[in-house]
């Protein structure tokens, strides 16, 4: 399902997912077979307009730390914070 939001995202759409839905009218109205069950509904459609996000990143030393393994190796482990 996350390829379907991104290639809409990427084409200027807006999705999301709902996951409280009546399945069996789902099912009604799209004549699903009965041995199928829906379990998310993903709407797609034109935003009215764009959210002004600014997405802010945390620096390498807030999520990264570098720790030395030995004296005797020379390279650095590294583990995620």
């Keep these: ?3 379907i939001e991104l290639a ?3 084409l200027g ?3 999301c997912w709902v996951c409280n839905f009546d399945a069996a009218r789902c099912c009604e109205i799209f004549k699903t077979p009965e041995n199928l069950e829906p379990i998310v509904l993903i709407p797609i459609g034109y935003p009215n307009s764009q ?3 600014v997405k802010q990143r945390k ?3 807030q999520i990264v730390r570098f720790h ?3 004296p005797r190796i020379d390279h650095l482990a590294i583990t995620t914070v």
């Design 51 to 53: 959210p002004d996000i």
């Design 13 to 15: 759409l807006g999705t």
């Design 68 to 70: 030395h393994l030995s």
């Design 59 to 61: 620096s390498i030393d």
């Design 8 to 10: 809409a995202t990427e």
């Design 1 to 3: 399902m996350n390829f």
